[in-house]
């Protein structure tokens, strides 16, 4: 079973990685053959290297992420409410967003689904 404390350090280092602007430290996260669907509904990206090509493409647009409250984590998911903020086409603009990341035993995230869709787009 994955640990708590381990999986809140996960979403934390999440939010960090756009901090910084850096998807290697977000790649870092996933196990191999991990999945991410982003948004839930779009084609699944499958194993670190797809993952990391996804979010070098997301941190293009200089998306900064906050948290919008407290990170829950149940069994071995984590699920956690954040809002996307960003300037794109010349204004700011935001996006709400939930995750949920399930993890393995060795606290590594296997499945990434994010959900939002165009009535949680804001200013575009």
């Known amino acids: 079973m994955p640990d708590i404390d381990k999986m809140t350090a996960a979403v934390h280092a999440y939010v960090e ?3 910084k602007g ?3 430290i977000i790649a870092a996260l996933f196990a191999e053959g991990a999945t991410v669907e982003d948004p ?3 084609p699944i990206r499958h194993g ?7 979010y070098t493409e997301s941190m293009q647009t200089g998306a900064k992420l ?4 407290p990170i829950r984590v149940g069994a071995d998911h984590a699920a956690f409410a954040f809002s996307v ?3 794109f086409g010349g204004s ?3 996006v709400d967003v ?6 393995n035993d060795n606290n590594e995230v296997v499945e990434m689904r994010a959900f939002w869709g165009p009535g949680n787009m804001h200013g575009f």
């Open 66 to 69: 906050t948290l919008n409250g």
């Open 40 to 42: 839930i509904g779009s």
């Open 85 to 87: 903020n960003l300037h």
């Open 48 to 54: 670190r290297a797809a993952i990391h090509e996804f």
């Open 98 to 103: 939930i995750d949920t990341f399930r993890f």
């Open 17 to 19: 990685g756009f901090a």
């Open 22 to 24: 850096d998807p290697a």
């Open 92 to 94: 700011d603009k935001h």
